[in-house]
């Protein structure tokens, strides 16, 4: 079955520190894998997007993960934390065989403190 | 434009009411979705219209009818809900069929059935 880990549900980091979530995907098909953010009773805002290109990939608001095939692997880093970047981060994938439908992981809640 | 917009933002209702989320895009989307979201947990898949056609129902329960009346407009109906149904329901719309499209969201509609 096609699925989505995060490894950690929540992370804390001190502000100016560097952010590290990770994110592993089954590997059924070649998969296009995206990273949304979620603030506290709002929608999903979309980071970034691997789709075959580039294997590093940079987003909005200082974020950037690398696609790395031979670990599965689609982490999110970051190198210095602001305390806005607190919120929900849920990594997701789909796949060109099931018409869009988007795959999920659990989510990592991230923590800023001062 | 790359707005989803969702309306009403809040809705409390009780178990016999009956009530409707609206959903709207301009970007030329063809494929939309219905998404329900727990505190703390993804979201999770209900509906997914095609060019205005229901194509994926994940077994949601009939007191939620879903409604595709043009290529623009999502709506879910809502009757005789029970207190477990209350959560943030998630609008989406993508360009299905291309690989790597991502969803865009809307902000929301958090319900509370009463």
């Known amino acids: 079955a096609q699925s989505v880990t995060q490894l950690d549900s929540h992370v804390s980091v001190s502000e100016g520190t560097p952010v590290l979530l990770r994110c592993n995907y089954s590997?059924?098909?070649?998969?296009?894998l995206f990273w949304y953010v979620q603030h506290p009773n709002k929608g999903l805002q979309l980071l970034l997007k691997?789709?075959?290109?580039?294997?590093l990939v940079k987003g909005i608001n200082g974020f950037e993960a690398e696609f790395k095939k031979s670990e599965t692997s689609f982490h999110l880093t970051k190198p210095s934390a602001h305390m806005s970047d607190a919120a929900e981060y849920f990594c997701?994938?789909?796949?060109?065989?099931?018409?869009?439908?988007?795959?999920f992981g659990q989510g990592t809640t991230l923590q800023v403190k001062p | 434009d790359t707005e989803v917009t969702q309306t009403p933002k809040h809705l409390v209702m009780g178990m016999t009411n009956k009530k409707s989320l609206k959903c709207e895009q301009h970007?030329?989307?063809?494929?939309m979705y219905w998404y329900k979201q727990k505190a703390k947990k993804p979201p999770e898949l209900m509906f997914v219209?095609?060019?205005?056609?229901?194509?994926i129902n994940e077994s949601v329960p009939s007191r939620f009818s879903p409604e595709c009346p043009n290529s623009s407009l999502l709506n879910l109906h809502l009757h005789a809900l029970q207190p477990e149904d209350s959560a943030l329901y998630l609008c989406?719309?993508?360009?299905?069929?291309?690989?790597?499209?991502?969803?865009?969201f809307g902000q929301g509609t958090r319900l509370t059935v009463v």
């Open positions: 989406a719309s993508s360009q299905q069929g291309r690989e790597g499209t991502e969803a865009f």
């Open positions: 590997s059924s098909y070649s998969p296009s």
């Open positions: 691997y789709t075959s290109a580039a294997t």
């Open positions: 997701v994938v789909t796949y060109s065989s099931n018409t869009g439908k988007l795959i």
């Open positions: 970007m030329g989307h063809r494929a």
């Open positions: 219209y095609s060019y205005e056609k229901l194509s």
